[in-house]
């Protein structure tokens, strides 16, 4: 799925929602929310006879639930007739398509860049405190 498509996704449903909560979009999307114990697994998507599942592990702190959520809606908007792969510490490094294309589109709802980013003054380390003031992993900043 090309870019600017994904941004458009994006831009469309923090416009409709008036929020960037995934959690929030999910609820609106008719999309259930379930928190249960993973072990070492952060989350997954599926659906099942056309309902559609997000499972986040209940072990995570609340700013890996958001991140984790963000990343399974990408699955679920983006990726929404197939049930994707498990998301844990060695996958959300993952160089599969539609795994880069969630955690881009996790980055993207999450970070207000017109709010808080200006590209012209702003450094790596600005990038990397603005990940860190949101939750996400350091490795994301190539989704910015």
Do not use: W
Not at 32 to 59: P, Q
Not at 89 to 100: D, F, H, Q
């Amino acid at each position: 799925m090309e870019l600017p498509i994904v941004d458009e996704k994006i831009n469309k449903l923090i416009s409709n929602n008036e929020t960037r909560d995934p959690f929030q979009i999910a609820k609106a999307l008719g999309i259930f929310v379930v928190e249960e114990d993973l072990g070492e697994i952060y989350g997954y998507y599926n659906r099942a006879n056309r309902i559609k599942m997000i499972h986040i592990n209940s072990r995570l702190d609340e700013l890996n639930k958001r991140t984790t959520a963000a990343h399974e809606l990408g699955h679920a908007v983006l990726h929404q007739n197939e049930n994707t792969p498990m998301l844990s510490k060695a996958t959300i490094v993952s160089e599969l398509k539609i795994e880069k294309e969630a955690n881009y589109f996790a980055t993207n709802l999450i970070l207000d860049k017109e709010k808080y980013f200006d590209e012209s003054n702003c450094e790596n380390a600005c990038i990397y405190r603005m990940l860190n003031h949101y939750g996400l992993p350091e490795h994301f900043a190539r989704f910015i």
